[in-house]
């Protein structure tokens, strides 16, 4: 019996108690499902569906290239994940305090001391020798330091959520700025063409206009669309170049390769995304992870601080041998040791400990607030993002058909000119039309790949990306 109650204290002694409070995820501010289009009504399934991996995401091997080009290179990423290990190191450094210190320390001196100090006739020469073992523990009764332990741990799981939100959002950013980048050169190459079917037009009203056939205000017009068209032609050439800078800058080199075309209707370089999703898939997005690990690290230093208020006991011993002589250090007799328990227990600090509590307490109601807006903030991109899938397929299509009859309208009109039924205001409103429809069928396609590329994004970038 009294082997077992022995057992009991010392297990008391070694691990102590906690003061941290127990820890409860706050309720989500949000509803529990998104809102559905009827298209999707049918598809609902309201299990947690793994989104793809970037790999299995991204069809195009040019821009899956680039990405882990940006993954390998990228400035941001680096100092993210050096960050990781940073916050990883002290955590280790306090989980060190929850083990008992062992120093060993070996040293000696020889000292002459004057006759006139030791009351002879002679100077003294004394020599003193020692070789020892100390161990130093502070038993951890009221949890502070395991507190301290956990609080620690915590912020280092935040880094890492914070650096796996920093490759979400580069995989995103390089996607984006590529794409942006496969547009603009799009739209350059679609200016290109335009500019000569407008300088064909020059050609054929000047010629006209010199037998008398055209009038100057045509002429003008036609010169007009000419030099609209150029200088169209030099805001996208600067364009493109500064999609390129910007993909060099994220992807840490220069860009070895041209963009692939844009691809047409029908066909896409990016996977469905599943629809039907619960909320709850929010809670494993990166930057809300991290915003709960702030909020689990400060309700672990409220218990610290809690703590504090309690004695402190540390065990300090040390055990060695001492001799006068180098030789003799070790002989029998030399040993010697001491041990010295101490206890602290703070009586009057004016205020100090408690304010440090209702800091603590404070910190964690701030954590509360940022978690829930992050839950709030994704909510809403999620949100967002599903509203526009079925919306931009839609807007596509309608924007195709325009073009397939801007075409019809600018050969039907060009026909007519040339033949001289109608005159060449129709022809150039066909042309314009026919440059203005091509534009924002590029557009339109850009800004739906862009929205599915933030759509994975604001799902937290796919689970087995982060099971890998």
């Known amino acids: 019996m009294k082997h077992a109650l022995s057992v009991s204290l010392l297990m008391l002694v070694l691990t102590g108690c906690s003061l941290m409070p127990d820890y409860e995820r706050p309720v989500s501010p949000v509803a529990s499902s998104w809102l559905q289009s009827e298209a999707d009504d049918a598809a609902i399934d ?69 006759y006139d100090f030791n009351g002879t006739t002679q100077n003294g020469i004394t020599s003193q020798y020692s070789a020892t073992l100390g161990v130093a523990w502070e038993l951890d009764l009221f949890g502070r330091v395991g507190s301290l332990q956990q609080q620690a741990l915590e912020e280092y799981l935040a880094t890492e959520a914070a650096q796996q939100s920093v490759k979400i959002s580069l995989i995103a950013s390089v996607a984006n700025t590529y794409l942006l980048w496969q547009a603009d050169s799009a739209l350059l190459q679609a200016t290109r063409d335009t500019l000569d079917t407008f300088e064909d037009s020059l050609r054929l009203t000047q010629r006209s206009f010199d037998v008398g056939i055209a009038s100057s205000l045509e002429l003008t017009q036609a010169r007009t669309a000419v030099e609209t068209a150029r200088s169209s032609l030099a805001a996208y050439t600067r364009r493109v170049g500064e999609d390129r800078n910007a993909l060099d800058l994220l992807l840490g080199q220069h860009v070895p390769v041209s963009p692939a075309k844009q691809p047409q209707q029908g066909t896409s370089v990016l996977s469905a995304l599943p629809i039907g999703l619960s909320s709850d898939v929010l809670l494993q997005r990166p930057d809300i992870l991290q915003a709960e690990y702030q909020l689990r690290g400060a309700s672990a230093n409220i218990g610290a601080a809690r703590a504090a208020f309690f004695p402190s006991i540390s065990l300090t011993a040390n055990a060695g ?60 991109e999620v949100a967002d ?58 557009t339109d396609r850009l800004n739906q790949t862009t929205s599915e590329v933030d759509l994975f994004r604001a799902l937290g970038g796919g689970w087995s990306n982060q099971a890998e």
């Open 385 to 442: 993002g599903l509203a526009a899938r079925q919306t931009y397929v839609d807007q596509v299509a309608a924007q195709q058909s325009l073009l397939d009859a801007s075409e019809d309208y600018f050969q039907i009109a060009e026909r007519r000119y040339r033949s001289g039924v109608d005159s060449y205001l129709t022809l150039l409103d066909a042309q314009r039309q026919l440059f203005s429809a091509r534009q924002q069928l590029i």
């Open 321 to 380: 041998s001492a001799s006068g002589q180098l030789s003799g250090l070790f002989d029998s007799g030399s040993e010697y040791w001491n041990f010295s328990p101490s206890i602290s227990l703070p009586i009057f600090s004016a205020g100090r400990l408690q304010a440090n509590l209702d800091y603590a307490e404070l910190i964690r109601d701030v954590r509360i607030a940022e978690y829930d807006r992050a839950i709030q903030i994704g909510f809403s």
């Open 46 to 114: 309201n299990a947690m569906i793994p989104t793809p991996s970037w790999h299995s995401f991204f069809h195009e091997p040019q821009l899956r290239d680039l990405i882990a080009v940006a993954l390998e290179n990228n400035r941001d990423l680096r100092v993210a994940a050096l960050n990781a290990q940073a916050t990883r190191a002290l955590y280790r450094v306090q989980r060190a305090e929850r083990l008992p210190s062992v120093s060993a320390e070996a040293g000696g001196s020889r000292t002459r001391t004057p």
